[in-house]
């Protein structure tokens, strides 16, 4: 063992970088014939069909229990649900689903815990996506397990589900290598920002858990964590349950921050990474409260960057309507059948956004509190967005300047960083996809690992790839409502980003989102 200046994610984020001198070096021939399946299967449990719940309207059904399951049902399928079957040539068909995964892979596996309710006995139960069903794999008693492995968090002291993500590994491995550690977490935030949104129009409020035991969370539900593991708890408060109105809470515990470490071969080190960012020591809510609580008060109240004599754009807008044409359903249902049509686009055709639109998108994605009177949640959790920064590159956008562009959140304006048309080098920087090239505008967010690690742990490294595809699902949501194409890229070469686009070299890019006009086939 010997000691590094990186701890083991930065060391992490810099051995699965992209080079243009060694990417050819990491390109495989994929093994089609022993590709992993994207779902699991249970062969003991009793099965809860929750097919009929997705046709019946809620205003009909009068039995409490059948209402719960109408809610539940709503929100894992508009969470994780299956929403097109596609013929493949090689094999058995590709599932798509409700929220974007690298590769059409699917890693994520989601979980109910139960404490026990008329419709929902207790215990664990693994959601089936084919079927729309539920599996019931163990009916003993386990809410205090929960509570034990996640600190005794104040969100679990009164709800009575919660919803937990693991991940299997190799489903993503098998395509993308060590790299896939990347998209894992950006795919669990796009399902993340799904719960989100889906619980707004079925009453619940999501409360996100980063911080827990994982040794203890991934025995509660019988994994192989060598395999498969837990990277998220989502108790869902009832809203229509005085007593589940909770506060807001911290979501995230710091691991340790690990410097010394062995030569790690390729292959390895997503498994040592994964277990380096575990949490195995008791840990107190209170305390990160109150550490909370005073970053709070210490955040700086304007934007991180304000260049010197960059041009500054307002985008400050009027909000998407998501509850217009009500009349025919719900207020939101203008939002759920959005999640359910979102696909990734595959090309664009080069023609230009316009200013309006990419006003909107950006207001929705860092701006939830204009939602509010939408019936939206108006400050969702998220790990940590003090620690993820946008950049944006604008290469036909009607009424708005070539160039490269930081997005100031707080400020709600645009400020303009370099001043060319990079469509060329976007093709060239998103490794040949013409995504970069044809689109409008490409999104970069980005993170200070350094500062990042220094404040979680090396686990922060989870928490910012979580928070960046949260953030690029209410874009993917935003971008399909206006009728636009969006799609997310997480293979690009991650340094010569910097260097072309202007962005400080501080900032290690997490997640690239592509936005334009589709080509129509």
């Known amino acids: ?56 309207h809620p205003t009909g059904l009068t039995d409490e229990p059948d209402r719960t399951l109408w809610r539940v049902s709503q929100l894992l399928f508009c969470s994780y649900g299956l929403t097109a079957r596609m013929p493949t040539l090689m094999g058995p068909p590709m599932y798509l689903r409700s929220a974007p995964s690298a590769g059409g892979l699917y890693p994520a596996e989601v979980y109910l815990v139960c404490r026990g309710t008329p419709a929902l006995p207790t215990g664990l139960y693994n959601y089936q996506c084919r079927t729309h069903s539920l599996v019931h794999f163990w009916e003993s008693e386990v809410w205090s397990v929960l509570q034990d492995a996640c600190y005794w968090h104040p969100a679990l002291a009164s709800t009575d ?117 575990q949490i195995d020591q008791m840990r107190n809510w209170d305390v990160e409260a109150e550490r909370c609580q005073a970053k709070e008060a210490e955040l700086q109240q304007e934007d991180k960057y304000n260049f010197p004599f960059c041009t500054k754009v307002s985008i400050a807008t009027r909000p998407i309507n998501w509850t217009e044409d009500s009349t025919q359903g719900f207020p939101l249902q203008v939002l759920e059948n959005t999640i359910l049509k979102r696909r990734s686009t595959r090309a664009y055709n080069g023609a230009n956004l316009t200013l309006d639109e990419l006003k909107a998108i950006l207001d929705f994605t860092y701006q939830p509190q204009h939602y509010i009177d939408q019936g939206l949640d108006g400050s969702p959790d998220y790990f940590d967005l003090s620690l993820i920064e946008t950049f944006i590159a604008v290469s036909g956008v009607t009424n708005l300047e070539e160039g490269c562009y930081y997005y100031a959140p707080k400020a709600q304006e645009l400020r303009q960083i370099r ?60 971008a399909i409502y206006l009728g636009l194409g969006v799609s997310g890229i997480g293979g690009f070469f991650d340094d010569q980003v910097n260097e072309v686009l202007g962005i400080p070299t501080d900032e290690a890019v997490i997640y690239i989102t592509t936005l334009g006009r589709p080509r129509r086939v």
């Not at 980005?446 to 699902?473: F, I, P």
């Open 1 to 56: 063992m010997s000691e590094k200046q990186l701890s083991i994610a930065q060391h992490y984020h810099e051995r699965t970088k992209y080079y243009p001198e060694t990417i050819a070096a990491k390109s495989k021939v994929l093994d089609w014939e022993n590709q992993p399946l994207p779902y699991k299967e249970y062969k003991v449990g009793a099965n809860i069909d929750l097919k009929p719940y997705l046709k019946e």
């Open 161 to 277: 589900i919660a919803i937990v993500i693991t991940a299997v590994f190799y489903r993503s491995v098998w395509r993308y290598e060590d790299r896939a550690y990347r998209r894992i977490f950006l795919d669990t935030g796009h399902i993340l920002g799904n719960i989100e949104l889906a619980s707004a129009f079925t009453d619940y409020r999501p409360h996100l858990i980063g911080g827990f035991s994982d040794e203890m969370v991934n025995d509660l539900l019988y994994l192989d964590s060598d395999n498969e593991a837990a990277i998220a708890v989502i108790p869902i408060a009832d809203q229509l349950n005085f007593r589940q109105q909770l506060p807001p809470a911290p979501t995230t515990l710091p691991s340790t921050t690990i410097l010394s470490y062995p030569e790690i071969p390729d292959g390895k080190l997503l498994s040592y990474l994964h277990r380096a960012t």
């Open 419 to 478: 001043f060319k048309n990079f469509r060329r080098e976007l093709h060239y920087l998103c490794l040949g996809q013409e995504l970069g090239r044809d689109a409008g505008a490409v999104v970069f967010h980005t993170s200070d690992l350094k500062k990042a690690v220094n404040t979680k742990g090396d686990r922060a490294y989870r928490y910012l790839h979580m928070d960046a595809g949260h953030l690029g699902q209410r874009m993917n949501l935003a």
